[in-house]
């Protein structure tokens, strides 16, 4: 829970100092009616649920004798500048999981994937080893089928993080409204 003192949110400190300078130990184990009377420490209530989409404006504080809660004008954002943040979030998520699959290799290394890659897929459509497939052969001890058996599993992870992305990014585009925006998402 938070607190809120002079408008201003706060989290309860195991020591406080009060207003005539005196410390106050043991602060966040009283009750709430203590904190309001010691200090105008009042727990503070939110009231509205924010939805992703939406903005909020500067917070309207409402004090009684036991809370404060607090409301905020809630606007919706455009619907196009929802989506460019759903799509980033999209792109984001899909460069995480390609980084993962690229750690501790060197940027040479994974600089020549895409044409290993595109000679493992040759070998198992034809037996035929490429350049790039022969040199990774002869840098790590492997057999060209014990190289394309290692590879192809990271190639087919690989092509789904991207199918996965790409099937998210179409479906934000072409999302009506700003709930089907999040739907997806």
């Known amino acids: 829970m938070q607190y ?14 009060l207003d005539d300078g005196s ?8 009750t709430d009616a203590k904190r309001i009377s010691l200090a105008g420490v009042y727990p503070l209530v939110e009231t509205q649920t924010i939805e ?3 903005s909020k404006s500067l917070p309207v504080y409402e004090y009684t004798a036991t809370e404060c809660s607090v409301t905020y004008t ?23 999981q390609l980084d993962s699959l690229v750690q501790g290799y060197s940027q040479l290394e994974v600089a ?16 035929v080893i490429g ?30 993080i991207l199918a996965t992305r790409k099937t998210t990014v179409e479906a934000i585009m ?8 999040k739907a997806v998402t």
């Open 112 to 127: 020549t994937w895409p044409m290993i890659q595109a000679d493992v897929l040759a070998f198992t459509a034809s037996a």
């Open 131 to 160: 350049q790039y497939m022969q040199a990774a052969i002869d840098t790590s001890g492997y057999t060209a089928q014990g190289l394309a058996d290692l590879l192809l599993p990271r190639f087919a992870e690989q092509a789904a």
């Open 174 to 181: 072409l999302a009506a409204d700003h709930a089907a925006v």
């Open 23 to 30: 410390m106050q130990s043991g602060f966040d184990r009283l």
């Open 74 to 96: 809630l606007t919706d954002k455009p619907l196009e500048i929802y989506k460019q943040e759903k799509i980033a979030a999209a792109y984001q998520a899909a460069n995480n």
């Open 52 to 54: 992703p989409w939406q």
């Open 4 to 17: 809120i003192k002079n408008d201003q949110p706060m989290h309860l400190p195991y020591t406080y100092r």
